[in-house]
T-cell receptor
Framework: EAGVVQSPRYKIIEKKQPVAFWCNPI?????LYWYLQNLGQGPELLIR????????DSQLPKDRFSAERLKGVDSTLKIQPAELGDSAVYLC????????????FGEGSRLTVL | QQQVKQSPQSLIVQKGGISIINCAYE??????FPWYQQFPGKGPALLIA?????SEKKEGRFTISFNKSAKQFSLHIMDSQPGDSATYFC???????????FGAGTILRVKS
């Protein structure tokens, strides 16, 4: 069974440029998460989806970050414009819906903003 | 506010030794305490998890000890192997997995 797939794995951009990350969760997983992992730190939740609905986006910096999960499967996380401090790994995870449970993480997208 | 405090930041253990990583939490509403293992360039993967109704859970060489009154839990890796070298994160959440709050991580190196 395929795991959580993320792309691109690596992205280098100039500050003020836009960037987008894509995530394909495990088939059948209704809950999808985007986490931010800074170097040497644990993951921090940005947004959680239950199917198409963003049920927790309280930690998403909405002035520059946006996310969508059309049709309740794949998801895209966008940053526009990117700032130097956005350099980090963006992790996508999925789990079976309802009361949560084990999170399955993708390998992450590493963003470097110059 | 750091809701889950993890220590030590790094740990070096000899092959065959016991690795111990500790975590403390603040929110008494937390009811799910997993440990995740992360290798370089990979995402975290669930290692073992515990609910507060038990004080200990063992899976192979990995054991979680849980102290509800002290709001602390720890991971013990018995007979540590070089392949265990990774970063370990404790985490906690309410509602069984939703909105996991992670500790800062412990880099474990097992010397052969």
């Amino acid at each position: 069974e395929a795991g959580v797939v993320q792309s691109p794995r690596y992205k280098i951009i100039e500050k003020k440029q836009p960037v987008a990350f894509w995530c394909n969760p495990i088939s059948g997983h209704n809950t999808l998460y985007w986490y931010l992992q800074n170097l040497g730190q644990g993951p921090e939740l940005l947004i959680r989806y239950e199917n198409e609905e963003a049920v927790d986006d309280s930690q998403l910096p909405k002035d520059r970050f946006s996310a969508e999960r059309l049709k309740g499967v794949d998801s895209t996380l966008k940053i526009q414009p990117a700032e130097l401090g956005d350099s980090a790994v963006y992790l996508c995870a999925s789990s079976l819906g309802g009361a949560g449970g084990e999170l399955f993480f993708g390998e992450g997208s590493r963003l470097t903003v110059l | 506010q750091q809701q889950v405090k993890q220590s030590p930041q790094s740990l070096i253990v000899q092959k065959g030794g016991i690795s111990i990583i500790n975590c403390a939490y603040e929110n008494t509403a937390f009811d799910y305490f997993p440990w995740y293992q992360q290798f370089p360039g990979k995402g975290p993967a669930l290692l073992i998890a515990i609910r507060p109704d038990v004080s200990e859970k063992k899976e192979g060489r990995f054991t979680i000890s849980f102290n509800k009154s002290a709001k602390q839990f720890s991971l013990h890796i018995m007979d540590s192997q070089p392949g265990d070298s990774a970063t370990y994160f404790c985490a906690a959440s309410r509602e069984y997995g939703n909105k996991l709050v992670f500790g800062a991580g412990t880099i474990l190196r097992v010397k052969s």
